[in-house]
């Protein structure tokens, strides 16, 4: 796996990106030389790593499964990162079979995989957007033709706001889209956590690639929430929001390195 060579045009491959690690992670082989070394460097420290990939993707295949069983019909998943096994538009439309996905990133390799897998649907889209600047975002022709913002929408940040540091200000941008939100719409988050040795280890390894890993407290993330009813189990642990048993617990040795939660916009 993990053996390509070219590149969209534009894109430096020498340069590690954090959405093609994680599809390492993953045992994806949407990755290049840069990225694998960056990732193999990541799990000396931290090799519970694809455990928690993993746990991640499942938590996000619950939150989105709960919101599709509540009526929600209509999906923003910002910060994507590159397709992989039962992706939102996927679960969502099991339940909800005209169910709309919006899938967001900034990064172009993600954009071209997306496109090209999901390319044969009049439900789903891929918009090559950054969230630091969420009303390009929620003004871009594409996402308007497919999300209603006077309807509640399922607003995904599956483990991309960690990517934003202070400097570009992420409460603002959460806020920004909690805004544009109906009432009856949810927010789905998780975040990576923990203050000691494997954490800033981590962190100074993402801090050469595309984007850092800032790792933030339970009360920083639970900011996030904002605006949002906290719906039970509140923040709590990847493999401890509303589990189904299908994975393992995570072993890391009793310490958190991640958070989730699903919040409700009330009004």
Not at 18 to 23: L, T
Not at 108 to 121: E, K, Q, S
Not at 239 to 262: K, M, Q
Request: charged share 25%; net charge negative; proline share 6%.
């Amino acid at each position: 796996m993990g053996e390509h060579t070219d590149a969209p045009r534009g894109v430096d491959i020498s340069v590690p990106n954090v959405a093609r690690m994680y599809d390492f992670y993953l045992g994806g082989k949407d990755n290049y030389a840069s990225d694998r070394e960056a990732a193999r460097q990541v799990l000396r420290i931290a090799p519970f790593t694809p455990a928690l990939a993993w746990q991640n993707r499942a938590f996000m295949a619950r939150a989105v499964r709960y919101l599709a069983g509540a009526g929600v019909t209509q999906f923003l998943d910002i910060g994507t990162g590159l397709p992989t096994q039962r992706n939102v538009h996927e679960i969502a439309q099991d339940s909800a079979p005209g169910a709309r996905v919006v899938y967001v990133d900034n990064d172009p390799v993600v954009v071209v995989h997306g496109r090209a897998l999901l390319g044969v649907t009049g439900n789903t889209t891929v918009v090559e957007r950054d969230m630091r600047r969420p009303a390009e975002i929620i003004d871009d022709p594409q996402v308007r033709q497919l999300i209603d913002f006077a309807e509640p929408v399922g607003l995904l940040m599956v483990s991309a706001l960690h990517c934003l540091s202070e400097a570009d200000e992420p409460y603002r941008v959460v806020a920004t889209l909690r805004d544009a939100l109906a009432p009856g719409s949810h927010l789905v988050v998780s975040h990576v956590t923990g203050n000691d040795e494997i954490t800033s280890g981590a962190s100074a390894i993402y801090d050469k690639t595309s984007a850092g890993m800032n790792h933030r407290g339970r009360d920083e993330i639970l900011r996030f929430f904002t605006g949002f009813e906290i719906l039970d189990p509140g923040l709590v642990r990847l493999d401890e929001w509303r589990p189904d048993g299908a994975l393992p617990l995570i072993s890391t040795a009793g310490r958190d390195y991640f958070y989730c939660g699903v919040g409700r916009k009330e009004n």
